[in-house]
Nanobody, 129 residues
Framework: VQLVESGGGLVQAGGSLKLSCAAS????????IAWFRQAPGKEREGVTC????????YYGDSVKGRFTISRDNAKNTVYLQMNSLKAEDTAVYYC???????????????????????WGQGTQVTVSS
């Protein structure tokens, strides 16, 4: 099982970035996938997730209306489209998979990062103000 994030970079406030999370070793469509982020000196926080069984999504209040999570099953990849970026969005962004979600029906959530079993290495997003 491997997750590889890409697409991070430096962008001005108000700009956009699209992150990718490419999966290998498993079929991403069967599992709930989440994006988390961690800013310097802060705890890792949940950003958004997409459920395995129905594709429903959840967004944290700080990104709602600006970020969009999506999944391309043919490419075994999850994306995070980030618009109207703010300086406070600066962080390392990680994608993660919940392996137990394959046989469950609960909606995905990001309140407990320990629900997620495998993580990517992260990609840096820096928003200049």
């Amino acid at each position: 099982v491997q997750l590889v994030e890409s697409g991070g970079g430096l962008v001005q406030a108000g700009g956009s970035l699209k992150l990718s999370c490419a999966a290998s070793g498993f079929t991403l469509a069967y599992y709930s996938i989440a994006w988390f982020r961690q800013a310097p000196g802060k705890e890792r926080e949940g950003v958004t997730c997409i459920s395995s069984h129905d594709g429903n999504t959840y967004y944290g209040d700080s990104v709602k209306g600006r970020f969009t999570i999506s999944r391309d099953n043919a490419k075994n990849t999850v994306y995070l489209q980030m618009n109207s970026l703010k300086a406070e969005d600066t962080a390392v962004y990680y994608c993660a998979v919940d392996l137990r979600s394959r046989y469950g029906s609960s909606p995905c959530a990001t309140d407990n990062l320990y629900d997620y079993d495998y993580w990517g290495q992260g990609t840096q997003v820096t928003v200049s103000s």
